[in-house]
């Protein structure tokens, strides 16, 4: 994204950016193209565009950059234990109270504990934004401030593309929701920097990302972050969750602060019972209740016919997958019916 104009007196990024886009759309109309402009603390836009569309905008004067959107995941769950951080130390509630963190995740829940405002001071004077948390959300003297985020679902064979521009916790904190149960977009991510830097934030927070490292130019944590510290506020990254190996953190930018990478220091787990009373332990995230029934087992290659291999497995009552966990990985992932993967010993034992 570009930076803005330093006197805006007679500049308006919105109206720039339709008149850019009107430039260039030949198959769509404004409103099915724009998707969000960036007016608040840098410069630019995302828009649904077609390939000839968007090489057009590329040539055009006043666009330094046009990338596609990505979707990232949140990455880390509690670090401050794994890292072996204390419970206890030293406070000091007057500097505490002024200093507004810009947290930008999945949600929060208002009424836990940790959001309790009991003996804080009032909302620091420079703080500038709002409190749009939605249905039932309300924020207090913990978290000042609330924005969630939703960029148009993608239901076209044209691409999301971001166009920058360019022109001559004892703490209090602003909650930006920017990522639903599995995902993160690109779109929401930058319109939360946009806001919590206009907004007044001290330091930014943001633990999300992507498997591997993009170009600067591309990474729109590292863009955001880079207008954030123009303005004086740093931020704060998460390093990915892989490793301890090389080549393995995907905040790179010189301008983010990030220590190492991270993991969750615990293992999500199901456990199976076999009809001889066997008990294993497989590696699943899921939240369907079985009721401890017991379920016969039916092998894949059993019911291998095709398109209709899952109905010889649905008539044989089954409920679930269990699958093979071929490199004996500790991860778990979040699938749509029950299912979890086994190491290929214990499968083994399943399968005999």
């Avoid at 339709?18 to 608040?40: A, F, N, P, W």
């Avoid at 840098?42 to 390939?51: E, M, S, Y």
């Avoid at 393995?248 to 602060?257: F, M, Q």
Wanted: proline share 5%; aromatic share 8%.
């Amino acid at each position: 994204m570009g930076s803005l104009p330093q006197s805006q007196s007679e500049y308006s990024p919105a109206s720039h950016h339709h008149s850019l886009l009107q430039e260039v759309l030949k198959e769509s109309s404004m409103e099915d193209s724009l998707i969000r402009s960036y007016k608040r603390s840098f410069n630019g836009f995302a828009a649904k565009l077609t390939d000839k569309e968007r090489h057009k905008l590329i040539g055009m004067k006043d666009v330094v950059s046009v990338f596609p959107c990505r979707t990232l995941h949140l990455q880390t769950t509690r670090s401050w234990d794994f890292m072996g951080f204390p419970e206890t130390a030293h406070r000091n509630p007057t500097v505490e109270s002024d200093v507004i963190i810009g947290v930008i995740d999945s949600e929060a829940w208002p009424e836990s504990e940790s959001f309790n405002d009991e003996g804080l001071g009032p909302v620091p004077k420079k703080w500038k934004g709002a409190c749009h948390g939605g249905l039932n959300f309300t924020c207090n003297k913990k978290i000042v401030g609330a924005r969630y985020y939703s960029a148009l679902s993608n239901n076209s064979a044209r691409d999301i593309e971001m166009v920058a521009q360019e022109e001559e916790f004892p703490l209090q904190g602003l909650q930006h929701r920017v990522c639903n149960e599995s995902s993160c977009s690109d779109v929401d991510i930058l319109a939360a920097f946009d806001d919590a830097i206009a907004d007044g934030v001290d330091i930014i927070t943001i633990s999300i990302g992507a498997a591997s490292a993009v170009e600067l130019n591309r990474d729109v944590i590292a863009i955001g972050a880079f207008h954030a510290m123009a303005k004086g506020v740093p931020t704060s990254h998460s390093a990915n969750n892989s490793g301890p190996s090389p080549l393995t953190t995907n905040s790179v930018a010189p301008w983010l602060l990030s220590v190492a990478a991270s993991n969750s220091g615990r293992r999500f787990i199901d456990r199976f019972v076999l009809g001889n009373g066997a008990g294993l332990v497989g590696v699943s995230i899921h939240s369907f209740a079985l009721h401890d029934k017991m379920f016969p087992l039916l092998y894949g290659e059993d019911a291998g016919t095709g398109c209709d291999s899952l109905n010889s497995a649905k008539s044989a009552g089954a409920v679930g997958v269990i699958a093979q966990n071929y490199n004996d990985e500790d991860v778990s992932f979040i699938v749509p019916l029950p299912a979890a993967e086994l190491s290929s010993k214990d499968l083994d034992v399943v399968k005999n």
